[in-house]
């Protein structure tokens, strides 16, 4: 029974389905219960958080990725899958042990100073949370200063710049410069994306990892988390 | 059921009714003067039983007769000929409805060319930096056979896009000859594809042979007109005005039997037609008709296709220049001539001057196939392949082709709009306004699984990698190796043995029992 509960969760997480209203990959799934559901129930029959988490959720987005990888699913089918494991995530937060086991780390992302531009940025945000970081979402057109003050809050394990344009990301280095002078560069990775950057400017301001998309921005993060290791 | 092919909804006219009423004068007076040589006697001989005004051509050195065709014979012929042509298919689901006051668009590959051009691949090394290896065509250009048909025919029996077959490759084996072509072509054709079959005749004797062989495969004679699996091309007329001999005889004897006929006319502006837009127009109007009012003659209600093929000369060499945007006016502008009769129209489009598929070949035949498809004729012979204007035929390019013809029908579909979805498009802006990320996204799913999003090119390289080539080549392959339904073993057998002329080694069946 248990087993069922979280196979079927992790199909769910597969079809994208966040409630028991949304018509999922195939679109035939309409009123059968879905991640969110399907996270209360198991937290309801006594499965423990983390087994829903890694066998049903992170297993389940696994899966998600390979069919991206294959051009078998587009980036809404991630984004809805993401949007699902996220929500689920919302209800096993109270069950969870502590931060630690919680998520895979705090990340605070912002489009800089400058920038109103931030589809590129959402999404990133929308498939770190399903990929099971803490988020917190700063909005556009974010000075160096805001930063500086979510960074020594907050205190983000990661911090995502994102800028468009070329006009903009120099607001990008002068983050990093901010950051710095507070003595807080070492405090946190930035990573850097969006239209206008590149690895090479990555290097020039002196972030820590430039990502071309979100699902980079998830194997550069798992290979900052391998290298703590 | 039948094949659905794409509606067009408000097609691209570029004539007024005006205009086309005076077409449709210039090329009735055409018909009573000067008139249409004819070759062929018996065609006279029909004209001059029916009130056309016949004589003679004395000083000619073959036998000739001039005929001065009346405006009323044509429109007779324009009453009686069928509004609606149905071309059958051996799977019934790929049946065609042509109707000839609707522009519904079919895809149809085409022509015959005696060129097959196969492509592989080598791995060429960067000369500053070896290790970068890039993937290059290499064409190799031979002469079609009867297999290469059979494989054309197969290849295109799974391009979505393409609705009816008529062959893109000539067979030219050592064991064809002209007794034994037809059936040989016919045969490889509608073995290979289960989808309708059009050709032309190399000799009028086989006419028989073929349409029994049809018969064979569908049941019977009154199968074979309820579902006519096969069709036909004559191009009896040569421009300017005169019915050839032969073609004319293959017209009378088709329109005899009654089965489905493509009358196709191909006149070239600036040598055997005016250059003039109106004046080519009104010419292949005036030998169309001849055409089919000859085949009603014959056989009031035989089933005709108006086929215009009118192609503008080339400048430096006089051949034809099929990607000149004048070709495509001519087409357009004949596209809705035959609209006008409500007579279904077979049309051109795609063709190319390019030799090897690349750039200029896209760009030559998109043009066209665009622009064309956009004007709405009901069968258009669209080149699926063809390259160097009708001689090669690529299958690679064939594959290309499909794709971009799904792009062109998805283009074409119609907006769907009414007050059910506007309120749908107004909740989804209500809800993303509540949301932080302001995006919609999550209702691309919905569109995207229904259908209603086209899917990305699917030959797209990664980075500045231009890999269309090497990923068409790819999924030709694949469409290759997918089966195709054959004709039954003990049809086959009964063709083998009733229908004289078929090479042994077309028989499937027999050549598994070899291996």
Redesign the interface.
């Known amino acids: 029974m248990k087993e069922d509960i979280i196979a079927i969760l992790k199909e769910n997480v597969i079809q994208?389905r966040r409630t028991k209203d949304d018509?999922g990959?195939?679109?035939n799934m309409v009123g059968t219960p879905a991640v969110l559901e399907l996270a209360q129930l198991a937290l309801e029959s006594d499965i423990a958080p983390e087994i829903i988490i890694k066998q049903g959720l992170t297993a389940g987005i696994q899966v998600v990725g390979n069919k991206f990888a294959a051009k078998e699913y587009?980036?809404?089918?991630m984004?809805?899958s993401a949007?699902a494991v996220s929500g689920a995530m919302d209800i096993l937060k109270p069950y969870l042990d502590g931060p630690s086991t919680m998520t895979k780390g705090k990340f605070a992302i912002a489009t800089v100073k400058g920038d109103i531009h931030?589809?590129g940025k959402?999404?990133v945000?929308?498939l770190l949370k399903g990929a099971g970081y803490e988020v917190k979402?700063l909005g556009i057109d974010v000075s160096p200063e805001k930063i500086v003050e979510v960074v020594r809050e907050y205190k983000p394990d990661f911090l995502g710049l994102s800028a468009l344009l070329t006009t903009t990301m120099v607001a990008m280095g002068k983050t990093i410069e901010a950051l710095k002078e507070n003595g807080l560069r070492d405090k946190v990775k930035v990573l850097i994306g969006g239209a206008a950057v590149s690895e090479e400017y990555a290097q020039e301001i002196e972030a820590d990892a430039y990502c071309v998309d979100g699902f980079h921005a998830i194997k550069v993060l798992e290979n900052f988390q391998k290298a703590k290791l | 059921m039948a094949r659905e092919g794409i509606l067009v909804h408000s097609p691209y006219e570029r004539m007024t009714e005006e205009q086309i009423k005076q077409i449709h004068h210039a090329s009735m007076q055409i018909l009573n003067d000067p008139g249409i040589i004819s070759f062929n006697c018996e065609a006279a001989e029909i004209f001059r039983a029916n009130g056309a005004e016949v004589t003679p051509i004395t000083s000619a050195d073959n036998p000739c007769w001039l005929v001065r065709i009346p405006e009323k014979l044509v429109l007779q012929a324009i009453s009686s000929a069928p509004k609606i042509v149905k071309l059958g298919a051996r799977n019934k689901d790929n049946s065609l409805f042509l109707n000839g006051a609707e522009p519904r668009v079919f895809f149809v590959s085409g022509s015959e060319t005696n060129i097959w051009l196969d492509v592989d691949f080598q791995t060429y090394v960067k000369k500053s930096n070896p290790g970068i290896e890039t993937l290059v065509p290499e064409f190799h250009p031979r002469r079609g056979t009867v297999l290469d048909l059979c494989q054309a025919a197969h290849l295109c029996e799974h391009l979505e896009s393409l609705d009816a077959f008529i062959r893109p490759v000539n067979i030219q084996d050592e064991d064809i000859t002209e007794d034994n072509k037809d059936v040989n072509k016919f045969f490889a054709s509608l073995n290979n594809t289960t989808k309708h079959v059009m050709a032309g005749l190399t000799s009028l004797e086989q006419l028989d042979n073929v349409i029994n062989m049809a018969k064979l495969i569908v049941g019977g004679e009154e199968e074979l007109k309820e579902n006519p699996i096969i069709s036909f091309i004559t191009c009896l007329v040569k421009s300017p005005l005169q019915f050839i001999d032969d073609s004319s005889q293959t017209l009378i004897e088709i329109s005899r039997r009654g089965l489905p006929v493509a009358i196709a006319i191909s006149p070239q502006g600036g040598t055997t037609a005016p250059i003039k837009e109106d004046g080519i127009v009104a010419q292949l109007n005036a030998e169309v008709l001849a055409g089919i009012t000859l085949s009603q003659l014959v056989n009031k209600g035989t089933p005709v296709l108006y086929g215009s093929v009118p192609v503008r000369a080339r400048l430096d060499n006089l051949s034809d220049s099929y990607g000149a945007p004048e070709s495509s006016q001519y087409n357009i502008d004949c596209v809705q001539m035959a609209r006008s009769y409500n007579l279904p129209c077979y049309s051109t489009a795609g063709v190319c001057d390019a030799k090897i598929p690349g750039i200029q070949s896209l760009i030559e035949r998109l043009f066209s196939d665009i622009v064309v498809t956009l004007s709405g004729p009901q069968y258009l012979h669209c080149a699926y392949g063809l390259l160097a204007g009708n001689a090669t035929f690529c299958p690679l390019q064939a594959v290309l082709d499909d794709v971009h013809f799904q792009m062109i029908k998805f283009f074409l579909r119609p907006p769907r709009i009414s007050q059910a979805e506007v309120d749908v498009s107004l909740t989804q802006v209500k809800e993303v306004m509540g949301t932080?990320?302001?995006?919609y996204?999550?209702y691309?799913?919905?569109m995207?699984?229904?259908g209603r999003v086209s899917l990305p090119y699917p030959f797209e390289g990664e980075g500045e990698i231009d890999n269309v080539l090497v990923l068409a080549h790819e999924r030709m392959k694949r469409l290759i190796s997918q089966p195709v339904e054959h004709i039954d073993s003990a049809t086959t057998s009964k063709i083998f043995q009733e229908i004289p002329g078929i090479l042994p080694r077309l028989d499937v069946y027999e050549e598994r029992r070899k291996q």
């Open positions: 994208g018509e990959a195939d679109g587009f980036i809404p089918d984004l809805a949007e931030d589809i959402n999404i945000a929308i979402d | 932080p990320q302001k995006l996204i999550r691309i799913r919905h995207l699984r229904s």
